[in-house]
């Protein structure tokens, strides 16, 4: 009965143009072709008419993407993991499409704090049956060059780790000497943090990390469920944990579910300035965006995405339509 009623809705949609941005280095490389096929095929059924396009090094994806709306196509479709979803989601910021996601990275965690499960006929099917939603999103300024980001910002060590522990995590077991050479020199600097141009702590510490997702790294849980669209981000301040410390947390997670860690100082803010020296090095989802001082703020309700049918108790969401 369930089947028969899934086909049903499938009949009833109107076709409708989408843009696929498909990464086909996400997840595990040697499926990619085959989940390509999948995609395309189950997109088909639902009355969808993507078309494709494969992701290629140092390829401009926001131009990608300003083609599509020129065209008219209102849905981007991403499938990949949270660094190329990031990526097409800067690109929509402060346009009328909507950004949908079908989740085939390592972490996903973009898509985990949106309710967006991993399966894929379970996305796609939320590409017709879900709602549009507005979120949070969050924009650095370094260097006067600013650089918006969907996941977290981050000031210090695991910027500076990121490289050799996302390599790591791939699969790059040989990159494990650079990463623990990497920890073993890097020295703490005396941060200073001030939040909403009131509340200000200067500490020596390694780690600065501004959120705005509740899901961050390897799916800790950092942020209330409804962190996204809040209108506040979330700032963890590393101060009095040594390195050993802090790699125990990366093991363990902090998680808001528990007790967290007194030594954790935990604030939500509106707008964060940040200003190391040593100068430390800072990452916006993935993007190295320089060093020393950053300038955070969010950026309220300035992406729609596709997101599961709400429930009952939860107003409709307004937005764009996606067909006419």
Known sequence: MEVTKIELQKTKKRRMRVKLIFNPISGANDKSPVQLMDVIEQMQAWNFVPEPYLIEPDCDLSLVVRDAITQGIRLVVVCGGDGTVSSVARALIGTTAVLGIIPMGTRNNIALSLG???????????LRT?????????NSTCNEVSTPFIELCSVGLFSTLFSSGDDIQHGNIARIGDFMATLTKTPP????????????IQKLGHVVLITNMPYVGLHFLVGAPDSYQDGLLDVLFFADLSKVDLI???????????QEDPRIQHFRAHSVEIHTDPAMP????????GKGTVHIKVQKHALTVMVASQSAKEPPESGVPLEK
């Not at 709602?131 to 969050?138: L, P």
């Not at 800072?282 to 965006?289: K, P, V």
Request: proline share 4%.
């Open 116 to 126: 967006i499960p991993n399966d894929i006929s379970e996305a796609i099917a939320i």
């Open 130 to 138: 879900g709602r549009r939603k507005k979120i949070d999103t969050g």
């Open 189 to 200: 600097s005396e941060i200073h943090l001030s939040m909403d141009d009131n509340e200000m």
């Open 248 to 258: 125990e947390y990366v093991l363990k997670g902090p998680g808001t579910s528990k």
């Open 282 to 289: 800072i990452m916006a989802d993935g993007i190295d965006i």
